[in-house]
């Protein structure tokens, strides 16, 4: 969202199309309340569909984000001669193998990118590769901050009373993850009276599975969505709304992230660090190796394998000095790539 925040005070931009693919999204889009971004489900990849939506947009520029490859999409918009950039890309190994089985078809598809910004080092040897021409390196654009955002501030009168607890938080879980940070607060709770662990599931959906499963262990729930204040005697606060995460990582000392106990290759945890949160995760990180490495040798990061040993690295204090680093370094990203992206549209509004 800050590289649409900075080209809708673009005048020579009259429009810009934002496309997904999810309801979920959608509902964080609203939330910005953007003048001249407006937003699309992102069409099913065929031919049929994909030049019925070019002919109707009709776009100038072709920008797709992190590991978005369509090949009837690829195709229509060269045929159309638009420019197409893949940002801040991202090929994992899985990926990149599954596309070399087909070497024919993914050679066709991917010279069709006018121009890739890999987002680590990874991507960039698979991109020469598989055949793209044209690779700049600036970064990983996920070390970038949304500013500006009014709706990530809690409500004062919950944030009151969790400045009476000893919070953490555990983000973007999946099953049965909840279990293993439930039996983490469990182990604190031992030693911590006043303990709150806060827990963000990545589909929310699952709420009342969750609910159920932490009844089983005597947990006391209170859901985020109740509208209710009163956190007397919980346990566990259980965060069942779309896009309030950063909300809850503004306020943590320490986050575990999830995806990385099971074997989905862990989530981004650059949100919470960039608050000067500890980040706690399993073994599992393959999605993120870079930024884990960064975040290793910072030593902001821990690897945990069982609830006392998450237990164990929780703090209750933040460090802010490094969570300004990781602003500095996000920043310095962000300006390159708008420099770039600059370039891009400054040459194609010459030629309209």
Known sequence: MPLIKNYERDKKINQILLTSSTLSSLKVFKKFKFKKTIHQFYPIDHFLFTKKFLQFWRPDLAIFIDSEIWPWMFNDI???????????????????????????????????????????????????????????????????????????????????????????????????????????????????????????????HRANSIISELKKINLKIHLH????????????????????????????SSVFLGGSIINRGGQNPLEAARFGARILHGANIDNFKDIYSFLKSQNISKKVNSPKKLASLIIFKRNKGVGNKIKKIGEKILNKTIKELDSAIKNETKKT
């Open 225 to 252: 969505s109740s509208g209710s204040k009163n956190l007397r005697n919980t346990d566990i606060y259980l965060v069942d709304t779309f896009g309030e995460t950063k909300k809850f990582h503004k306020v943590s």
């Open 78 to 204: 060269r045929k159309k001669k638009i420019p197409l950039i893949l940002l801040n890309a991202r090929l994992t190994r899985k990926t990149f193998s599954k596309w070399k089985k087909i070497k024919n078809l993914s050679n066709i598809i991917f010279k069709k990118i006018t121009i890739a910004y890999p987002q680590n080092r990874e991507t960039n040897i698979y991109l020469k590769s598989l055949g793209v021409k044209n690779i700049i390196n600036l970064g990983n654009l996920k070390f970038a901050e949304n500013y500006g955002e009014n709706f990530v501030k809690l409500n004062n009168k919950i944030k009151n009373e969790f400045k009476k607890k000893k919070i953490w938080v555990a983000s973007s879980t999946h099953e049965p993850e909840e279990i293993f940070c439930a039996k983490t607060h469990l182990e604190l709770k031992k030693k911590y009276k006043n303990l709150l662990t806060i827990i963000i599931p990545r589909h929310i």
